[in-house]
Structure formats: C-alpha cells, structure tokens
Nanobody, 114 residues
Framework: VQLQACGGGLVQAGGSLRLSCAAS????????INWYRQAPGKQRELVAT???????NYPDSVAGRIAISRDNARRRVYLQMNSLKPEDTAVYFC?????????WGQGTQVTVSS
C-alpha cells in the first residue's frame, strides 16, 4: 500500500490550498481515507474522513473550512482547505487501514503565515 500526499505550501492567512493523496495497492473505492495533521510539538489529529460510500466527517475545529472528496477513477482523495489560519500550519498526512494495519503517506507541509 502506498499513499502519496502533495499540494502543501506557504499561504497567507485567509488563503486556500488543495491537497491531494494518491493511493495504490488497495481496492481504493472500498476504503475509508483520512487526512491527519501534526503541528510541531503536538499530537497528530484527524481533520477529515471520506468513507467508501462518499460520506464525510470532520472535527468541529475545521468544519466549514475544510472539505474532503474522492475520485475513485483517479484513485485520489482531495482536501480543500479554505480560510486558512496560522494554527492550520502542520504536516498533513493521508491514511488508510487495510486488514488491521494502518498506512500513512509521507506528509506534505502546510504553512500559513499571519
């Protein structure tokens, strides 16, 4: 299983970014895909989930500003982030689980300047 995240970068507060996660080695359409983030000195936290049926979940901290979507034909999951804040600065990882194991992408850095 391989997950490859990209799309991070430096953006000013209030700006937007779209992250992408490409997956291989799984029956993509049947898997839940998650985006997590980890800021320096903090624990990794879940920011978005898209299930195999397309339903989505978000924590209250990002609801309304972040949207996750999937393209099963392209085997990709996207994370659209709007109204970014400095506290959104973190490394963002995509994640999935298969047969009891967790798999992580390499992460993509998002830096939001004030």
């Amino acid at each position: 299983v391989q997950l490859q995240a990209c799309g991070g970068g430096l953006v000013q507060a209030g700006g937007s970014l779209r992250l992408s996660c490409a997956a291989s080695g799984i029956n993509f359409s049947r898997h839940t895909i998650n985006w997590y983030r980890q800021a320096p000195g903090k624990q990794r936290e879940l920011v978005a989930t898209v299930n195999s049926d397309g339903t989505t979940n978000y924590p209250d901290s990002v609801a309304g500003r972040i949207a996750i979507s999937r393209d099963n034909a392209r085997r990709r999951v996207y994370l659209q982030m709007n109204s970014l804040k400095p506290e959104d600065t973190a490394v963002y990882f995509c994640n999935t689980r298969r047969q009891g194991y967790e798999f992580w992408g390499q992460g993509t850095q998002v830096t939001v300047s004030s």
